[in-house]
Every structure is written in C-alpha cells, then in structure tokens.
C-alpha cells in the first residue's frame, strides 16, 4: 500500500476543563486521505470536527500526534492548506474581487497587478459571479454570494488540501443545493483533495468518496469510513434512485442517531483509533439480498485497515 | 420623511438662535445713551433768574443735564448764551457738563449682539493684520494655535498608533504598559506644564509638549483595543495566506482596526483644541488662547467673544475634518 496523502497519526487533543482536570474531545484518532479525495466528516456537535479541522489548517497545534502531508509533517498554517470558514471571513472593507485577489496574491508574489485581477476574475466566474458583483463589498452581498467568494478564493490558490469548514451551514436549503452543484463543477475538474466538515447527511453524500463518522465526546473517535458506492458525475435527482442511496443514507441515520452515542466516551487506551471501512453496494452481484438495516453486520462487508 | 425631519430641525435651530439672540439683545440693549434733563425747582429758578439768567437759557442748559451748581456758574460769568456758545461751549470755560460720553449708562457693560456682529465683520475683513505684539489679527493668532496643535498632534500620532499596535498585538507589552498608561492618563494636561516649563524651558515647547501628552492617551488605547479585538477569523485568514507580521498588520490589522483608530484620533483632536487654548492663557505671548485672556485684561469683552465664537468653529471644523476621515475607513460587517 502507498503512503497516502494525507495522513493523521494518534491525533490528541485535550483542554483544561475549567475544575482543574483536563478534558480529552478525541484520543489518538488516526486516519488518512488519498490524493485528490473528497471527504466529508460528520459528527455531533462537540465531537472535535472543528478541532481536526483547525490541527490540519495549521491553527491550532494538537496536544499530541501528527499530521502529515505530502511526506512532510503539517506546522502552523500554509498556502498548500486553503481553508473556507463558515462564516465566509471575507474582509469586509474589500470588495469580493479584491478579496479574491488578497489570496492570489499572496499565493503569487511575483504576479502582475492584471495577472491577479485576471486570475482572480476567473475563479469568481467559476462560482457564477461576475460583472457588477465582484465590486460590491461582502455587507452588500447575500450570504450564498458571500460563501462563492470565499469558495472562489480558496480554490484560486490551488492549495494541494482544501479544508472546508461546514460551509453551508448558515446558509438557506436552496441556496445550499446551487452552491453545492457549484462546488462539484469546479472540484471535478481539478483532482482537489478536500476536506469537509458538515451536518447534512444528503450533502456529505452528494459530494464524498468517503465519509468519516465520529462519535459522541468527549474521547470521540472516527469510528467509521462509509465509502460511497454512488458513481460520478452525480447528480442530486439522479443519485436518490441509485440503489446504494438509501442503504448508504440508512446507515449514516443509524450512526448518528443511537450508535455515535453506543460507541462514545471511553478513553481506549493507546492503541490507534482507526476507522472501520464499511461498503455498501447493492448493485455488486455477490451482495446477499436480506432485509433492509443497513446495520446488519451479515449486510455489511467491514474491512479492516 | 428625512427631509421633513431635516426641515423641521433647521426651524428648530434657527428658532434658538433667534430666540437667545433676542434674549441676549434685551438684556445687553442700551436704550439711550444721550444726556438726561435737569429739573429745576422754584427755588433755584428763582435764585437764577436773580443772577440775571435769561429763563430761556436756564431752561436750554437744563435739558443739556447741566446741575443746579453749574448753572450758578454759568450765571456767575454773566455772558449770553451766544457767547458762551462762541467761546467753545461751557466745557470750555471750565464748567463740567454731560456730554454723549459721559452719560451713564443704564443697560450692561457686556457688548450686544450687534457690537459681537460689528467686531466679527471687522475680523473676518481683516483677519491678517498685525499692529504690534498685542494686536494681532485673530487670522494670526488661530495659526499660531493651530500650529502648535498640528505640532503637538502629529508627533502623538508618531508614537501612540505604532505603540498602540504594539501594545494591541502583544499581550505581553499590554501587561507591562498597562499600570503606566493607567497612572498618566488621567492626570491633566495642564499639570504637565510646571514640569514642562522647568524641563524644557521655552515656554513655545512647553505648550506643543502639554498637546502631545493630552493627545497620546485616546490615540493610544484606542490602537491597542481596536487592534486587539480584530477578530481572530480575519487574523486566521491572514495566517493561511502566509502574510508576515508586517504584512498582517497592514493589509489586515489597520484596515480592520482604522475605525477605532480614528475614533480615537478624533478624540484626540478635540482635547487637544481645548487645552491649546487653556496653555495659551497660562503661557501667553500668541495664539488664540492668549488672546481671550488678553482682551480680558483690557475689557474688550466685545473681541473677546469674537476669539471665544472662532474657537468653537474652529473645534467644530477640526471634529467635522476627522469625520469625514471616520467615513471614509468605515466598513460594514
């Protein structure tokens, strides 16, 4: 097996609880993307997604394990690792091109002033803003518009890692759904390997190879990696009728409503927390067809890393 | 609806000011000032016209306020009035009598809103001029101010936004400063000046010093808040940009931070126009300070008022400049 891309080894993070004691969110969580992978990770709130998110955007500094990306080991933030937060963080006093243009060119010293606006033009397009918009500061934007900018500015950097932060968590189901068609466009050009935090199952399964599920904290783990069997170029009116939909769908359910809160809080010890793979695919021949839990262990093909 | 309210406040404005213009108009208003007339009794008219007194003249100096007891000098000089009148007046012979000038009073001393108007259209048409070191056109003076808080300000400026970003970047400066902005601030400018004077000497210097001290510490904390409350999500961004230091507080940290720095700058500004005014008064030699202080030695209350009415549209001008600076970095999150 080749070393993967991106790889996060027995990754600890513990804060003082306020009485003295120490509060462990997740204990040696260890996994790992392939390049040019989509994942999405889903989790309670609480469970320490932000926290992975902000250790493999360079924020914050874990209290022990490592990350490791393309051979070397992640320390403090980096251009390779563009960053979309949830609440856009455009710079207000600039306007959405200028605020585009603020990342490529810092991603760009040597590039001419046009290059830039040029470039950063481009991206902006990509999201489906152009002409007046792109002048306009963020407080005159709606927030669908200001979350495409910020999209636009990560992906104009061409980071080797895009950490996406819930990015469509404040924003209304329709204008989710379009920015979502968006965000496949752009991303099945590139062979971009993403990371996404997010609350919504339909979401995570639209847009993942591979979803991470991690349970309750605190002592959360990623307790499985739940491939989707769906393929590509999907989309979303499509995908409803492929047959691993619900089955995939059903399990992720299940996960998050009672086993997320079976499988948490205990400390277990040193070994690695790995996830387990699970695949759902109805359409291979050799899947006994048996009753409709995605649960059942006789109904799942669980492969150990 | 705006333009209504808009409307409707200029009435407003323009009903006080009319209405404290009257008030003061009334309460200053000298009726007549020209001399009052005597009225004689029997008596004296008698004694009078016993002197050989014409009636007639009698009663022509009576009207002019002349007294019982320069009448009888006059009729002790047994001239006619004509020749009286010939030799330069009864002033001239050495009698006493009103004359406009010496007639008393009976509003206030304090000038009325037409003499103020008077000694400001005097002012505006000639504000330049310079008659000796004590009368100076106010044009003059004002810059002599001016200069001094530009002075005074702009070397604050220098020191307080740098170390304001300083002390608003680092925790650990904000420790270690904090005890001694604390201490400082609050004294008052002028309690500087003892200090100032002994130490620097000049008394000029002296007073740019007391502008400089009483303008750094709004500037000063106002830096460190504004750039300490920049918030993190902003600072993140430029983290994953790789921006350095100097680049994050910039491009990131003064813009973000520019309204608070202003609004700092422009209380500044404003404590810094009020003491210019109060150390000129204690130093003396120019500036629009000086001369209130001095028009108040000679009781010219009139140019006074006129010097204290400039220093407010002065303040008011150098509030509105910065302003217009507060909108122009204003943003919208």
Redesign the interface.
């Known amino acids: 097996m080749t070393k993967p891309f991106l790889s996060v080894e027995l990754l600890t993070q513990q804060f003082p609880d306020g009485a003295g004691d120490t509060l462990t969110v997740f204990e040696n969580a260890t996994f790992s993307v392939a390049e040019g992978e989509f994942v999405c990770i889903l989790g309670h709130s609480g469970c320490g997604k932000s926290t992975i998110m902000n250790v493999l ?3 914050a500094e874990p209290t022990s394990g490592t990350v490791i990306m393309d051979g070397e080991e992640i320390s ?4 390779d ?3 979309v ?1 949830q ?1 856009y ?1 455009l ?3 600039l306007s959405a091109l200028k605020n585009v243009m ?2 490529v060119a ?2 760009h010293p040597d590039w001419s002033k046009s290059e830039v606006q040029a470039h950063s033009e481009k991206y902006l397009a990509m999201v489906g803003l152009d002409g007046d918009a792109i002048h306009r ?1 963020p ?1 005159q934007l709606s927030g669908g518009m200001r979350q495409r900018v910020s999209i636009a500015r990560a992906f104009a950097n061409h980071p080797k890692l895009l950490l996406l932060d819930e990015p469509f968590g404040a924003l209304d189901a329709l204008t989710r759904g379009t920015i979502q068609d968006e965000l496949l466009k752009i991303w099945n050009g590139t062979n971009q390997t993403v990371f996404m935090i997010t609350h919504d199952i339909d979401e995570a399964i639209l847009l993942a190879d591979r979803i991470l599920l991690m349970t309750n904290g605190p002592f959360a783990r990623v307790a499985e990696a739940v491939e989707i069997t769906i393929p590509r170029p999907r989309r979303r009116e499509e995908i409803i009728d492929h047959p691993n939909y619900y089955a995939i769908r059903n399990h992720l359910v299940h996960f998050l409503g009672s086993r997320s809160k079976e499988l948490a809080g205990q400390s277990s010890g040193s070994g690695a927390n790995s996830p387990e793979t699970i695949r759902i695919d109805r359409t291979e021949k050799d899947t006994p067809e048996t009753d409709d839990d995605p649960t059942h262990q006789a109904h799942l093909r669980a492969v150990n890393e | 609806m705006v333009q209504k309210i808009d409307m409707r406040s200029t009435l407003l404005s323009l009903t006080i000011l009319f209405v404290g213009v009257f008030i003061w108009h009334a309460a200053t208003h000298v009726p007549d000032t020209g001399p009052t007339g005597v009225e004689l009794s029997q008596g004296e008219m008698d004694t009078l016209l016993g002197k050989n007194m014409l009636s007639e003249d009698i009663e022509y100096y009576a009207t002019q306020g002349v007294e019982f007891a320069q009448l009888e000098q006059i009729a002790s000089l047994n001239l006619s009035r004509s020749m009286i009148e010939a030799a330069g007046g009864i002033q001239a012979l050495g009698i006493s009598a009103p004359d406009e000038n010496s007639a008393p009073a009976p509003g206030s001393l304090f000038p009325s809103p037409t003499q103020i108007g008077k000694e400001l259209w005097a002012t505006i048409a000639d504000p330049f001029y310079v008659a000796g070191t004590n009368d100076m056109g106010f044009g003059i003076q004002m810059g002599y101010s001016l200069l001094r808080v530009l002075i005074g300000y702009s070397l604050s400026a220098a020191v307080a936004i740098p170390l304001g970003f300083l002390i608003g970047m680092s925790p650990m400066f904000y420790k270690a400063l904090d005890p001694f902005i604390q201490v400082l601030k609050p004294i008052s400018p002028l309690a500087w000046m003892p200090i100032a004077l002994f130490t620097i000497g000049d008394s000029e210097l002296s007073s740019i010093f007391v502008i400089f001290i009483c303008s750094l510490w709004p500037m000063l904390t106002n830096t460190a808040f504004g750039v300490a409350n920049v918030r993190s ?2 600072v ?2 430029a ?5 350095s230091t100097t680049k994050t507080a910039l ?2 940290i003064l ?2 931070a ?1 309204p608070t720095i202003i609004t700092g700058m422009r209380i500044s500004i404003g404590i810094a126009w009020l003491v210019i005014v109060a150390a000129e008064m204690l130093v003396g030699g120019t500036g629009i300070g000086y001369v209130v202080w001095n028009e108040w030695n000679g009781l010219r209350l009139d140019r006074m008022i006129v010097a204290i009415l400039l220093i407010g549209v002065v303040g008011m001008l150098l509030d509105a400049a910065f302003a217009r600076l507060q909108r122009a ?1 204003a ?3």
């Open positions: 955007a360079g924020l403090g933030p980096s251009l690792r563009g960053v937060f609440n963080s710079l207000p006093w603020f990342g810092a991603r500061k407080s | 999500d902003w993140n961004v983290r994953t940009h790789e921006l491009t990131v813009p973000a520019a970095v943003y919208a999150e």
